[in-house]
T-cell receptor, first 113, second 111 residues
Framework: GAGVSQTPSNKVTEKGKYVELRCDPISGHTALYWYRQSLGQGPEFLIY????????DSGLPNDRFFAVRPEGSVSTLKIQRTERGDSAVYLC???????????FGQGTRLTVV | GNSVTQMEGPVTLSEEAFLTINCTYTATGYPSLFWYVQYPGEGLQLLLK?????DKGSNKGFEATYRKETTSFHLEKGSVQVSDSAVYFC??????????FGTGTSLTVIP
């Protein structure tokens, strides 16, 4: 596609529920990143994929968070047993192989009530 | 560790004023440095970058010079416009595996 696409753009869920956030990167980009941005803060790294594998998941806050990229393209960030503190904008970005310019999607605004 | 510190906002300027947004960094190696911009209602966009010491990145009238001796990458523009109103983020990466962002500086330019 022309840019990084994230769906849904907004998600409201009840505390304790499970959510999935989807990212469709730029076609041909091998690297994919998930970030979380809280109000008034910069993006915080969650996880980085190179192809299908998670090359660095050191930013995932706990085991309620998990992400997959089974075919090396679309990625899904999964959050179990959501908590109010999970409310934030979740950003996805992709880069071409060997590149350092990250292209960001518009994000999914998650609100846990 | 690796981190970015940028000046807190919000910053309000009149049109055609000079802009400086300070950014300093801490890194365990030799990073590439970036400025990203987020316009209202839009996603983060790369504004400019520099990959080694003394490099100057420039775009849309904005400039930033990679200063290794002061570990800084300050953003400047000689004459801001209303359309420059946005949030600006300084960032670094060492390997492309992780990008470390500052907290962002909100700029409002008034006519």
């Amino acid at each position: 596609g022309a840019g990084v696409s994230q769906t849904p753009s907004n998600k409201v869920t009840e505390k304790g529920k499970y959510v999935e956030l989807r990212c469709d990167p730029i076609s041909g980009h091998t690297a994919l990143y998930w970030y979380r941005q809280s109000l008034g803060q910069g993006p915080e790294f969650l996880i980085y994929f190179q192809g299908t594998g998670a090359a660095d998941d050191s930013g995932l806050p706990n085991d309620r968070f998990f992400a997959v990229r089974p075919e090396g393209s679309v990625s899904t960030l999964k959050i179990q047993r959501t908590e109010r503190g999970d409310s934030a904008v979740y950003l996805c970005a992709s880069t071409r192989s060997g590149g350092t310019e990250a292209f960001f999607g518009q994000g999914t605004r998650l609100t846990v009530v | 560790g690796n981190s970015v510190t940028q000046m807190e906002g919000p910053v309000t300027l009149s049109e055609e004023a000079f802009l400086t947004i300070n950014c300093t960094y801490t890194a365990t190696g030799y990073p590439s440095l970036f400025w990203y911009v987020q316009y209202p209602g839009e996603g983060l966009q790369l504004l400019l970058k520099a990959t080694k010491a003394d490099d100057k990145g420039s775009n849309k009238g904005f400039e930033a010079t990679y200063r290794k001796e002061t570990t800084s990458f300050h953003l400047e523009k000689g004459s801001v416009q209303v359309s420059d109103s946005a949030v600006y983020f300084c960032a670094l990466t060492l390997t492309g595996n992780q990008f470390y962002f500052g907290t962002g500086t909100s700029l409002t330019v008034i006519p």
